[in-house]
């Protein structure tokens, strides 16, 4: 008598559990344990690198279009994550204080005391425009002058 192994029924039950283990397999690979996607910073973390990577110096001022270099002569401004401090910024420039971004695109700051001011930060330059709404004269020297004041620093 011959015996005869009847493989049908064992194939039956074999290729889907095959057929399982391979796709199980198959969507474990890749998504996990490679190299995690690089993010890209955003606006405002390139804005405050930018602040924060140096001390500014005053290359030149201007209010409403007229030079005031000489009003400001010796300014100086560092800035870290949420503060900063200067040197000679007259009525305009507290010698310290806190800041924050004012927009999600790093663009424009808010000082403590509520002055919204427009930033333009490069590896090179920082130009810093705001709206200054009160004049000050004091010692036979003006002190600041209303309207907008455009701060351009470089390194």
């Given amino acids: 008598m011959k015996s005869t192994i009847k493989i049908q029924p064992i194939a039956r039950i074999l290729h889907p559990v095959i057929m399982i283990i391979a796709i199980v397999q198959l969507s474990s690979c890749g998504g996990k344990g490679g190299d995690p996607t690089p993010t890209t910073p955003s606006a405002q973390d390139a804005a405050k690198a930018l602040l924060v990577a140096n001390p500014w110096k005053l290359q030149g001022v201007t209010v409403d279009g007229v030079d005031k270099t000489s009003v400001y002569a010796g300014f100086g401004i560092n800035f870290t994550s949420t503060a900063y401090s200067t040197t000679n910024g007259g009525t305009v420039w507290p010698a310290s204080g806190t800041w924050s971004f004012a927009n999600t695109d790093g663009t424009a700051i808010k000082r403590d005391d509520g002055l919204l001011i427009q930033i333009l930060p490069t ?24 309207g907008v004041n455009v701060f351009t620093m470089t390194k």
Avoid: A, E, P, Y
Wanted: overall charge positive.
């Fill in 123 to 146: 590896s090179t330059s920082l130009v810093m425009t705001f709206t200054w709404t009160k004049t000050t004269l004091g010692g036979g020297r003006v002190g600041s002058v209303s």
